[in-house]
């Protein structure tokens, strides 16, 4: 069963362009083309990159950021308690007001410190300022290395300059060392960061960072095994392009230096903006629909690889939504506050709200005590506190 299925995965009809058979791209001593049991490399490169990330956040990204002055912020932990902790690791995290109620009847606590509980609770699984600043510098460093290694591979190579030499010779072109270990490389890196979801700072658009992680290793694997290893290299380095820009903003956003982080964040905005909504679908989109029609008729690798394309291209505008919203507020509001892909600390809402109406309410009491003993002291009295009433009604000092 196994066999027959591999037979059928493999056909060349789903693979390669009419008339062109697995025959025709075997491998001979001067010639080397891609091979699918290539891509098994891929799963142990992932795990020593996983290894070496968890040494560079250790040993670099975790004392710099100390050096710099990332400081986590002092969240207050919830009071043990069986019963709340039970209901938070095996029902609900977040649960609704039925349930507020009949756990404080359990706990014999008030509603209000069962949710004060929950909240904190939550805030204390959140992740700390110290762990976004070690996860950017690890991505900054990656896409910062890939990016210049993917210029310095691609230089040289006809199709960066003109795009239609993607398909001079298609599928019949010949995978040069630098372009299988460049591959090699993006491919195991998002393996990575599949391995590592889990233990990522989760953000807003988690469902949507899966999705992409998913579509780009297809789009890597499929484009490996379809030889589509040109128009791939052009997908990398358009896609670290911008990501060069995103991570030292955010760095510098957990720096508290907000002057260099707008900066950085209008440059990022400007690059993703350009690379991903003009020069992808005119590099990429339009390469891959059109000049590819000229070396060869439509097959199913053909559609596969522009569905791939395409919700690579729909997460793009996506995330531009999102980008050019937070650039309007940047112009509104003369400053970048958050990312908007990020979550918000309850604490940061909630508690300091609490703390404000405890300051509002002693800060009442406060100027009532001071306007009652102004007023009695204008009336040539003294305050209550000091005066003692006598049963002949007479008053005497204390």
């Known amino acids: 069963m196994a066999l027959s299925l591999s037979n059928w995965l493999w056909q060349p009809e789903f693979w390669l362009p009419p008339g062109i058979t697995w025959e025709d791209m075997k491998e001979s001593e001067d010639i080397r083309y891609p091979q699918p049991r290539d891509l098994l490399l891929s799963i142990p490169f992932a795990l020593i990159l996983v290894a070496v990330r968890r040494a560079f956040e250790r040993a670099i990204a975790l004392p710099l950021s100390s050096k710099l002055g990332v400081r986590d912020k002092q969240r207050p932990k919830a009071q043990p308690n069986p019963v709340l902790e039970t209901f938070y690791s095996t029902r609900c995290k977040n649960p609704e007001e039925g349930e507020l109620i009949s756990l404080a009847k359990q706990c014999d606590l008030p509603v209000r410190k069962v949710e004060i509980w929950f909240r904190r609770r939550r805030n204390t699984d959140r992740p700390s300022l110290s762990k976004k600043f070690c996860e950017a510098c690890w991505r900054f460093t990656f896409y910062l290395t890939s990016f210049f290694m993917g210029l310095a591979v691609l230089y040289d190579k006809p199709w960066l300059w003109d795009h239609r030499e993607c398909w001079t010779g298609y599928p019949q072109q010949p995978l ?158 003369g400053t970048m506050e958050k990312d908007m892909r990020s979550d918000t600390e309850e604490s940061d809402k909630d508690e300091e709200r609490e703390k404000m109406r405890e300051k509002e309410k002693n800060g009442i009491i406060h100027f009532s005590n001071v306007t009652s003993n102004t007023y009695t002291q204008r009336n040539g009295s003294e305050p209550l506190t000091k005066r003692t009433h006598l049963t002949n009604g007479h008053v005497k000092e204390r």
């Open 176 to 333: 040069q060392p630098s372009l299988f270990w460049y591959y090699l490389l993006e491919l195991s890196f998002y393996w990575s960061l599949v391995f590592t979801l889990p233990f990522d700072v989760k953000r807003k658009d988690f469902k949507e960072q899966i999705v992409h992680h998913a579509a780009t290793i297809f789009l890597i694997s499929f484009s490996y095994c379809g030889n589509y290893i040109r128009i791939g290299t052009l997908v990398l380095v358009i896609h670290d392009a911008s990501d060069c820009f995103l991570e030292p903003t955010k760095i510098f956003n957990y720096m508290k230096w907000k002057r260099t982080c707008d900066s950085l964040f209008m440059i990022f905005s400007a690059v993703f903006l350009i690379s991903r909504l003009v020069i992808f679908p005119y590099t990429v989109l339009y390469n891959t629909y059109y000049y590819s029609m000229e070396i060869f008729q439509p097959f199913f690798g053909y559609y596969f690889v522009n569905v791939l394309l395409t919700i690579l291209q729909l997460l793009h505008i996506f995330w531009s939504c999102l980008i050019i919203h937070m650039v309007y507020k940047f112009i509104i509001q």
